[in-house]
């Protein structure tokens, strides 16, 4: 069974950088060159796709975050990693990891504020 | 800048066939944007219901289908059940700066 759980910080104060790892279990992340994706969602508000991974470390990002997104995979822990830098209340959401196979994880609540 | 348009809302009665869609700012949907929608119910993450046009994943149930009608990505429930008032999102590709977009989620009420 694939689980997917997203872990870091809940709070970030503002112009800091978000970190954020999410931890793949049931299916190895190096089984396959497949992008892992990253979304957010304001509270109230749709979804933002943030960007997503190859497992060879091929990235595509959101032109409106591009400058400030980097992700990462670390196959040997079967992680991947989010961070996001220059925060602003803007970025407060939940952030979601979701593997190529359509399994997301629960979420995790990120507030930026001082 | 790429905007993907849903229907805000939309009711349908139990039983009930509804139709949702997703149009692209750039123009027609094809395949080659390779549509999923995906379900949202309030206070859970979303669930991913269809990939690529018209594939259902092993949990979708089968009154969901997808297609594309009339130069959008379109999502149909038949027989719609009082357990299916979700939010519904659409996503699409965008292959000439490969990104993705997702619509602004249709609220579906059944009642």
């Known amino acids: 069974q694939v689980q997917l759980q997203e872990s870091g910080p809940g709070l970030v104060k503002p112009s800091q950088t978000l970190s954020l790892t999410c931890t793949v279990s049931g299916v190895s992340i190096s089984g396959g060159d497949y992008y892992w994706s990253w979304i957010r969602q304001p509270a109230g508000k749709g979804l933002e796709w943030i960007g997503q991974?190859?497992?060879?470390?091929?990235?595509n990002y959101n032109p409106s975050l591009k400058s400030r997104v980097t992700m990462s995979v670390d196959a040997s822990k079967n992680q991947l990693s989010l961070k996001l830098s220059s925060v602003t209340a803007a970025d407060t959401a939940v952030y979601y990891c979701a593997s190529p196979e359509g399994y997301w994880g629960q979420g995790t609540l990120v507030t930026v504020s001082s | 800048q790429t905007v993907v348009t849903q229907e805000p809302s939309l009711t349908v009665s139990p039983g009930g066939t509804v139709t949702l869609t997703c149009a692209s700012s750039?123009?027609?949907?094809?395949?080659?944007?390779?549509p999923n929608w995906f379900q949202q119910k309030p206070g859970q993450a979303p669930r991913s219901l269809i990939y690529?046009?018209?594939n259902r994943h092993s949990w979708t149930p089968a009154r969901f289908s997808g297609s594309l009608l009339g130069g959008k990505a379109a999502l149909t429930l038949s027989g719609a059940r009082p357990e299916d008032e979700a939010d519904y999102y659409c996503?699409?590709?965008?292959?000439?700066?490969?990104?993705?977009?997702f619509g602004g989620g249709t609220k579906l009420t059944v009642l």
């Open positions: 991974i190859y497992t060879s470390g091929s990235t």
């Open positions: 996503l699409l590709y965008y292959g000439s700066t490969q990104h993705w977009v």
């Open positions: 690529s046009t018209n």
């Open positions: 750039t123009g027609a949907v094809t395949s080659d944007y390779y």
